[in-house]
Structure formats: structure tokens, C-alpha cells
């Protein structure tokens, strides 16, 4: 079975779309599949990484990368009467890694969809990106013979918000031994001043403004440590900025707003806590990032975040700023409370990886190519209820 796959976030986005296109293809090519793999790539931009940072070196997957704006594919696809199916050489299984369908000619689509954030009533993205976002995701589930979601959490969603039947839905899952390959054996030295991490693009879903009242509480406490945040700005930042500013803590906050994959691991390692009350997530890589570097973990109680931390990670209501500060607290200055949550984090994290990722996504499109016997029964019971 050959198997075309939109490569455009690997080659451009450092984030998470980006993050889990390059892994799941890393992880086909641990599961020796590269000789079907055909990858697609189109864009203007300037590629951000290497084909031995991005794990094809050496290897059968052939990848095409255009040159060209990203608006100018969908024109030449129809200009040309061909679909994206074509340009890889012909495949079998077409999978839609983002938020952007194009045009298939004859192979079956499988998409994924990643959360359903921007279908809320809420300020997560502006309201148009949340649009357009809903269109792309209700255009892609149309055309797929297979959704795959990263947990069981985004499959409800997608069952409830954009109508995709329980039996297209394949959870998926996500890994985090990325990070473990950039980890020293020895590991790393103390940091020289306490600190609590957080990684993520500040925007309103990421909920920095509560845990910025929550630290504040810690300072006010006689706590030493600073607040490390990891992220670019995103949508509602400015906010964010204008509290900082106003914050009596503000001279103990430290902002990177880019962080290199290599400076990664030693920032999760040596933090005393990682801190992540995210309001919504469809999964959430940077808890079990920080779990495999061996750094306690709070997080929210809702969405995804129970379904992937398990009971490693010490769970708090991110709408709650004392419920935040009193499990950091306690984290910070209660050594074997900590150290557990330590243990129980790394074996937590051990169970994700992408070549399951990878292992899971193969059985989807072998599940997608066979969709077509089962269409007779979704119809006939969608005809029932």
C-alpha cells in the first residue's frame, strides 16, 4: 500500500501540527514502510529543517516540496485536472495532516483532526480563524474514509460537533520520545536558580493569565523560584503582556518567545515543576515531554489532559488560581510528594511513542481502503436512530 502524506507542517511549523507530522513519519520509518510512503510538501518559506533533522536521510521516502505559495496549489490542481494523489506518484491512501484539503483524485482520504478548539463559543482564535478552521475541519471529514484523532476525547468531539460517525473515528495517539533522543545519559546539573516551567504558545486557551495570578501567589509566599515560560505570542498575548507588566512578579518572569528542540530538554529537566492549566487540549504534548525529563507535573482536569497523563500528573481546575497555587506549592516544597510524581511520570511517558503512533495510523488506512463494505451498515443504522 502506498501512502501520499501533506509533509507542509513538518517543514514549517515547529509546533504541534508540525511536531506530529515529522514524528509519525519518523515512526513509519522505524516500521521499515518508507519505500510506500510518497510526501508532499508546498510552500514559499524557507524549510526549517534538514532532511537529517527530519529523519529522511538515508531512507526510500520520497519527498516533493514546491516551491511555490501554498494558495497557488489548489488553482494548479484544478488548472491541471489532477489531484494531490498524482503529484506523490500515485498512492493508494491520501492522509490530510492539517487543516488545509486538497483535491484527490482516485485514493482514499484519511484526515486527521488534531481538537475542535475553535468550534467553541469561546476566545480561543479569532473569530476568523475559528471559521475558517470549521470549514477546513467539516470539508475534511466529509471527504475522509477515516478520521484519526490523538484521544478518545477529540473523537467525541468530532462525533458531536462535526457529525463523523463513531465507526470512521480511529484514536491514534501521540508519543514523546522525541525528546528522550536529545537527553544526555548523565543527565543534566542543577539549574542555578529554582524555577517552574511552562511550554506552550501564550494565547487565552493556554490560560497564562491564571497561572500568572497563581505565581504571584507563590512570590507572595517567600517561594525562590521564577516562572520560565517557553512559547511563542498567540491570540489574546497582549493581555497577557499588559498583566505582566502590572505584575508585582513581573522581575521573576522570564518569557522566551523561541526555544530551540536542543535547548528543550535541559529547561524541562532541571524545572522544579512543570505547570500547564490549559483550558482546552486534544492532547497535550509538553506534560508528557516533561514527564520523560523527569519533571513533576500540574495540569488541568479537563479535556484531554486526564485521558493522557493518567495518574502521573497532579490535576487542578485551570479556572480555580488558588486550586493552581496550592498543588504548585505543595510540589515546590514537599520533596518525596514531588519525587513520586516524578516515578509515575516517566513510566507515564514510556508508553507513548511514535512508532505506536505510527503502528496505529498504518491500521487506520488499512481500516480506511475497507471502509467501503461497511458504508451498507452506517447507513442502515443511521436510518434507525
Known amino acids: 500500500m502506498r501512502v501520499g502524506i501533506d509533509y507542509r507542517p513538518a517543514l514549517v511549523n515547529r509546533e504541534g501540527i508540525g511536531r506530529y507530522t515529522r514524528e509519525l513519519v519518523r515512526g513509519m520509518i522505524e516500521q521499515r514502510f518508507d519505500a510506500n510512503l510518497g510526501l508532499f510538501g508546498y510552500t514559499l518559506a524557507a524549510r526549517r529543517f534538514s532532511l537529517a533533522e527530519l529523519g529522511l536521510a538515508e531512507t526510500k521516502a520520497e519527498l516533493l516540496r514546491l516551491r511555490v505559495p501554498s494558495k497557488w496549489v489548489p488553482w494548479l490542481l484544478r488548472r491541471t485536472r489532477r489531484g494531490v494523489d498524482d503529484l506523490v506518484g500515485g498512492c493508494e491512501v491520501y492522509h490530510h495532516t492539517s487543516y488545509n484539503r486538497l483535491d484527490v483524485r482516485s485514493a482514499v482520504e484519511v484526515a486527521t483532526i488534531h481538537d475542535c478548539a475553535y468550534l467553541l463559543d469561546a476566545d480561543y482564535v479569532s473569530t476568523e480563524s475559528a471559521a475558517k478552521m470549521a470549514a477546513a475541519a467539516r470539508d475534511l471529514v466529509k471527504h475522509a474514509k477515516r478520521v484519526l484523532v490523538p484521544t478518545e476525547f477529540v473523537g467525541a468531539e468530532v462525533v458531536m460537533h462535526l457529525g463523523v460517525f463513531p465507526n470512521r473515528v480511529s484514536v491514534t495517539g501521540l508519543g514523546c520520545d522525541h525528546i528522550a533522543l536529545r537527553m544526555p545519559a548523565t543527565g543534566f546539573p542543577p539549574a542555578d536558580e529554582p524555577y517552574i516551567l511552562t511550554v ?186
Open 200 to 385: 506552550s504558545r501564550v494565547d487565552n486557551r493556554k490560560n497564562h493569565l491564571r497561572m500568572l495570578a497563581a505565581f504571584e501567589l507563590l512570590v507572595r509566599d517567600g517561594l525562590p523560584h521564577r516562572w520560565v515560560i517557553a512559547g511563542p505570542p498567540g491570540h489574546g498575548s497582549d493581555a497577557f503582556e499588559r498583566a505582566l507588566a502590572k505584575s508585582p512578579a513581573r522581575d521573576r518572569v522570564e518569557w522566551r518567545r523561541f526555544v530551540s528542540e536542543a535547548e528543550l530538554p535541559r529547561l524541562y529537566a532541571q524545572a522544579d515543576v512543570f505547570l500547564f492549566a490549559s483550558l482546552h487540549e486534544g492532547f497535550g504534548i509538553p506534560p508528557l515531554e516533561s514527564m520523560a525529563c523527569g519533571t513533576a507535573v500540574v495540569t488541568s482536569c479537563v479535556t484531554a489532559m486526564p485521558e493522557v497523563c493518567g495518574d502521573a500528573a497532579w490535576f487542578v481546575e485551570p479556572t480555580d488560581v488558588e486550586r493552581i497555587f496550592e498543588a504548585t506549592r505543595r510540589l515546590l516544597t514537599e520533596p518525596e510528594l514531588r519525587e513520586d510524581f516524578v516515578l509515575r511520570g516517566r513510566q507515564r511517558a514510556r508508553q507513548f511513542t511514535w512508532r505506536d503512533t505510527a503502528k496505529h495510523t498504518l491500521i487506520a488506512y488499512k481500516s480506511a481502503t475497507e471502509a467501503d463494505a461497511e458504508q451498507g451498515d452506517e447507513l442502515q443504522l443511521r436510518r434507525s436512530l
